[in-house]
């Protein structure tokens, strides 16, 4: 009954052929044993929050991996499935702070991979009708990928939305300059908004610049 790493395994296996009630029960058992270490503590929340995973229960699973993390702060494991969960729920500002985590923890310095997280929070907002806070999130999701084609996209379709169709022009030309490959993603956009200022000529010059580049 000393032997927590046989009791581990034994719920680990259980869940594997899909029993994971009995295996929860088992990893429970264990949270009542006095004297466990740190380590075996995070061990036994770890099975347990897979145990909830595999059961579905997503808001316990949550709560045990952020008892793991406050644990196990650099647990590659617990910052990943938490990064799951966020992004499964739409909770794109605590799936941006995971994700960060998550990066530091691989020793990858690029900060591209967390625009999208920018992106999608800016993309609620989008929805609730709030532009200009829509448009601060997709601004700061192409400070962290220049060539993060949808948030350029999304910032003039934001501006549409409020009637300013020259702000809207100026920065898909950004998208133009900036990711000249892409610039198909905008030409219908522009053609539209530069119709509307009765701007008709503009878009051949645009389209010459887009060959040029």
């Known amino acids: 009954t000393t032997n927590i790493d046989a009791y581990l395994r034994l719920g680990q296996i259980l869940r594997e052929h899909n029993r994971a ?8 058992d264990l949270t009542l044993r006095f004297g466990l270490t740190k380590s075996n503590k995070a061990s036994i929340l770890q099975q347990l929050a897979s145990d909830y995973l595999a059961m579905n229960e997503l808001t316990t699973a949550e709560s045990a991996l ?8 650099h647990n590659h494991w617990a910052h990943s499935n938490r990064l799951k969960l ?3 729920a739409g909770k794109w500002e605590e799936a941006y702070e995971a994700a960060e985590h998550v990066l530091k923890i691989e020793g990858n310095k690029s900060r591209k991979p967390l625009a999208r997280y920018k992106y999608q929070h ?12 829509a448009r601060v999130l997709y601004k700061e999701a192409i ?3 220049p060539s993060f ?8 379709d934001a501006y549409c939305e409020e ?17 000249p490959e892409q610039a198909h993603e905008v030409i219908d956009r522009l053609k539209d908004a530069l119709f509307i200022l009765g701007r008709f000529g503009d878009i051949v010059g645009i389209c ?6």
């Open 21 to 28: 009630d009995r295996a929860l029960q088992v990893h429970k």
């Open 66 to 73: 952020k008892e793991l993390v406050s644990l196990d702060p």
């Open 86 to 88: 966020f992004e499964r």
């Open 122 to 133: 800016g993309e609620q907002l989008f929805k609730a009708r709030e532009y200009h806070k």
């Open 143 to 145: 400070g962290l990928d």
């Open 149 to 156: 084609v949808p948030a350029f996209v999304a910032v003039g």
């Open 163 to 179: 009637q300013r169709f020259e702000d809207a022009v100026n920065f898909w030309l950004r998208l133009v300059e900036a990711v």
């Open 208 to 213: 010459q610049t887009i060959l040029d580049k």
